[in-house]
């Protein structure tokens, strides 16, 4: 009787030991995570302002190309130190994908890609013209919209910048391929007035 008592209290304990494990785990890699993409939102500048609305564009000066790159390296040393067998199931596959987008962004860094924000059918300043589609509905709207506008000349700068530095080792996408990429800016280059840019638009239907 005390024999078979005591093989029930083990399988209870072992029982219960596994998803005690795993949520323990499991809580260790979504603070992990959470923290990282904390972070990440606001180096990218998608921290948002007081009337919820981005005011700033992503950081690419190279200070925060090393801040990337030291926060990528200490990620992922911290996700392998999470065995992802004892992860729950849903957390284990989400431990994979995120592993491999953390790797990825790691390898960017490490070649200096961003010494080259420029390529096939992208740009920097490809997102730009999605500005011209924000929608005010109030003055801390505007005055938040504005403080991204301010933050245009700092964020050209910047690649510009990571540009030069990616010529000069000849890093750099085929001239073909860079054949009326600049069209969008010259059109704001050229522009008379400000109401004449896509950027005026949000203004127009500003309350």
Known sequence: MMVSL???LVVVLLSSATPLSAATADETFKALYTREWNWRKAIDGETPGAGG???RLA???LASQ?????????VLADLKAID??????????DYAVYKQQVETLLANQTFREFEKPIYGDNSFWGNMSTMGRRNLTSEQ???DYIALLNDLPRF??????NMRAGLKRGFTPPAITLEAHE?????????????DTGFWKPFVALP
């Open 6 to 8: 005591r093989a029930a």
């Open 53 to 55: 609305g981005r005011i």
């Open 59 to 61: 950081r690419a000066d």
């Open 66 to 74: 090393i801040e990337r790159e030291k926060m990528w390296t200490q």
């Open 84 to 93: 992802p067998a004892t992860l729950s199931v849903d957390a284990a596959e």
């Open 141 to 143: 709207d505007a005055r």
């Open 156 to 161: 050209f700068a910047e690649n510009v910048t």
């Open 183 to 195: 069209a969008p800016l010259v059109a704001v280059a050229n522009a008379k007035r400000a109401e």
